[in-house]
């Protein structure tokens, strides 16, 4: 299963853990998906997986 915002496409990004002494290593940064339902043209509802900052947009420009 993907872990990628189905509107956006924001996905997995890769960083590092950095300690006290300067050591790296690897690290995944995944986005915030949150499971929603929407109504498609005919009127079926399906489950899409998008990001919470992507979710605040949606309903900032519903409410307009």
């Known amino acids: 299963m993907a872990r ?3 509107i956006t496409g924001k996905g997995v990004m890769v960083g590092n853990h ?4 300067n ?3 690897k690290r995944r940064l995944q986005p915030n ?3 929603i339902r929407i109504k498609n043209e005919n009127g079926e ?3 899409i997986k ?3 900052s ?3 947009t ?3 420009n519903r409410k307009k």
Do not use: I, P, Q
Not at 18 to 21: F, P, R, T
């Open 18 to 21: 950095v300690s006290h002494a």
């Open 58 to 60: 949606l309903k900032k």
């Open 4 to 6: 990628r915002c189905d």
């Open 45 to 47: 509802s399906c489950r």
């Open 33 to 35: 998906l949150r499971s």
């Open 50 to 52: 998008v990001a919470a």
């Open 23 to 25: 050591n790296k290593t």
């Open 54 to 56: 992507t979710l605040r």
